[in-house]
């Protein structure tokens, strides 16, 4: 690995584990932080994409005849996909498990699923930069929806003392939406 994703890797690990102090300190805490960063160890490429817990699983072959056991491995079902992001407001591509899909689908989408889903579960370096990207997208909209917001209410004000003066020289009517046509056959 080079020392460029080495640093990133670190990097990511210490914003999640600040991530999950919170508040206090306890020993439940400190036991799910160490559980999580050994998990974050043993994954391999789970770290590059979505795998929500999905791991390279070992077993056996058995044969039919003879019951000879051959060593054999299971795959997660990953593929890569490009999903798209409200937040960032484009198309993420990615590795993706079936399993992640369904999860994402079942949370109402990628931003949901990356927002809400604990990292000890999403168990991914990927799904952590992301959540990243996405609180300091939704901090920087809710600043300037902050800003827009206080000359909104002094244009609303404005706007309010016109209709007042509109409302007293006349009254409107509101318009209704024309009937439905009748059907005719072709």
């Known amino acids: 690995m080079s020392s460029g994703k080495k640093?990133?890797?670190?990097?990511?690990?210490?914003?999640?584990?600040?991530m999950m102090r919170g508040g206090g300190g306890g020993q439940q805490q400190q036991q799910q932080k160490e559980q999580f960063v050994k998990k974050v160890v043993v994954?391999?490429?789970a770290k590059r994409g979505l795998y929500h817990g999905k791991t390279v699983r070992?077993?056996?072959?058995?044969?039919?005849?003879g019951g000879n056991k051959t060593r054999r491995k299971w795959s997660p079902n990953?593929?890569?996909k490009r999903l798209y992001s409200e937040v960032l407001n484009r198309m993420v591509p990615m590795q993706v498990t079936a399993h992640a899909l369904?999860?994402?689908?079942?949370?109402?989408?990628?931003?949901?699923?990356?927002?809400?889903?604990?990292?000890?579960?999403?168990?991914?370096?990927?799904?952590?930069?992301?959540?990243?990207?996405m609180t300091r997208a939704l901090s920087e909209e809710g600043r300037r929806r902050g800003e827009e917001g206080v000359k909104q209410d002094s244009n609303e004000a404005e706007g309010e003392e016109e209709e007042e003066e509109e409302e007293?020289?006349?009254?409107k009517t509101p318009k209704r939406p024309p009937?439905?046509?009748?059907?005719?056959?072709?």
């Not at 070992?58 to 005849?65: M, R």
């Not at 369904?102 to 959540?131: F, H, Q, W």
């Not at 007293?168 to 009254?171: D, F, L």
């Not at 009937?179 to 072709?186: E, G, L, Q, V």
């Open 7 to 18: 640093a990133l890797t670190s990097k990511l690990l210490q914003t999640t584990m600040t």
């Open 43 to 45: 994954c391999g490429r």
């Open 58 to 65: 070992f077993g056996n072959n058995v044969s039919e005849d």
């Open 78 to 80: 990953a593929k890569r």
């Open 102 to 133: 369904k999860c994402i689908d079942k949370a109402g989408g990628l931003d949901n699923y990356v927002l809400n889903t604990p990292v000890a579960k999403m168990m991914s370096l990927k799904g952590m930069e992301l959540k990243e990207k």
């Open 168 to 171: 007293e020289g006349e009254t």
């Open 179 to 186: 009937p439905p046509r009748p059907k005719t056959k072709s």
